[in-house]
């Protein structure tokens, strides 16, 4: 029953959640039971790697929710992202215990640095998993919980959200870079030891956690699409495109986008979340409002409202930044800005709405407006 129900859905939706799955088995195999001499062996840096990517497309499916579904721009999901990061790498710091370089089984090492004398409360229950798990979603669902209830109940739309969310991601910068904030300021949080009792740094633990982030990203994927074929997804389509009217028609359109913004952030919570032990890392640089725009263009490449194509625009454009900042590190920038150009330009339903035109031309014979045009020009042949 659960197979049929989860099929069921659009066949592309079955296609991704199938890929995802077997990527799931087929990576780690490749990487820990394929000779490192064979071709077919994947190595870790690369597991790494994909696992990353698989991170960043979860972000971007989060972000679809909301602007491709609802029409809400946020330019401040690397907030969430960054928020359920950190509730991560408070689990990874209190793993490493006596192990750190003060050995002070009790506080992490910058604040035996800062003479810190006892662990803030905020800190406490950290150091059980299921604890840390539950805070990767609650911190940023609540944030955005509340924060949407204040701004989609004073009726802020358009650009005037965006800059409000954008805003918030800067003031979060701002605070986490303070040292007194108690979450590593500058540096961050980084030198992870385990994860479960297992070591980040083994094979093992990569290959388990791209498995686990793949899963995750299936999961997303069919939850995003239960959500948007359901009634309420019906509903949150009508206020993207006619709010007015579905306040007209006697339905709180607030109540619809906090619940779809308060979804979406959770999601980017767990996207971050999976992040942080393949990275390694988790520093105030995560909530630069640079990194909000990049998963915007993420999107738009991949196309809004498509489901599957924030996905392939995240793991593109990311692969395409790994090879530009090898091979040409002074032009990258340049080049995601013209992409997102391009983009809007050309593009206006990313790469998977290009796809959907192709084939649907295709199969109904249809030929573009221009094509049209020629035709009637061209002279017919005598009778």
Request: hydrophobic share 55%.
């Amino acid at each position: 029953m659960i197979a049929r129900r989860l099929f069921s859905s659009d066949r592309r939706i079955a296609v991704t959640i199938a890929t995802l799955l077997a990527a799931a088995v087929i990576v780690p195999v490749l990487n820990l039971a394929v000779p490192a001499e064979s071709a077919f062996h994947v190595p870790s840096y690369v597991v790494a790697l994909a696992g990353k990517y698989l991170c960043y497309a979860l972000l971007a499916l989060a972000l679809d929710l909301v602007w491709g579904y609802c029409g809400i721009l946020s330019l401040g999901h690397g907030a969430f992202f960054a928020l359920g990061g950190y509730a991560m790498g408070m689990y990874l710091m209190r793993q490493i215990g006596a192990r750190g370089v003060y050995g002070n089984p009790d506080l992490p090492d910058f604040m035996v640095f800062l003479n810190w004398k006892e662990l803030p409360w905020y800190w406490l229950g950290f150091d059980h998993f299921w604890f840390a798990a539950l805070m990767v979603m609650a911190v940023p669902g609540l944030l955005a919980f509340v924060f949407g209830w204040f701004a989609f109940r004073s009726r802020v739309t358009g650009v005037y959200l965006s800059i409000i969310t954008q805003a918030m991601t800067y003031a979060l910068l701002l605070a986490f870079f303070r040292n007194d904030m108690g979450f590593g300021g500058n540096n961050g949080l980084t030198d992870f030891k385990d994860i479960l009792g297992f070591s980040v740094q083994a094979s093992e633990t990569r290959s388990a956690l791209f498995a686990a982030s793949a899963v995750a990203l299936a999961l997303g994927v069919q939850v995003t699409w239960l959500v948007v074929g359901s009634k309420y997804g019906k509903l949150l389509m009508a206020v993207r495109d006619a709010e007015s009217r579905t306040r007209f028609l006697g339905w709180r359109a607030e109540n619809v986008k906090l619940f779809a913004f308060t979804l979406s952030a959770m999601m980017a919570g767990i996207a971050g979340a999976f992040y942080v032990p393949q990275v390694g890392i988790i520093n105030p640089g995560e909530f630069d409002p640079a990194n909000s725009i990049e998963v915007v263009i993420w999107t738009a490449v991949g196309g809004r409202g498509t489901i599957v194509g924030p996905i392939v625009g995240a793991i593109a454009v990311n692969a395409a930044k790994s090879w530009f900042t090898g091979a040409l590190p002074e032009l990258w920038l340049f080049a995601l800005g013209g992409l997102f150009i391009a983009s809007t330009l050309f593009l206006p339903r990313g790469i998977v709405g290009l796809w959907d035109r192709w084939r649907q031309m295709r199969a109904t014979g249809a030929v573009p407006a221009e094509g049209k045009a020629a035709a009637r020009t061209e002279p017919q042949p005598a009778e």
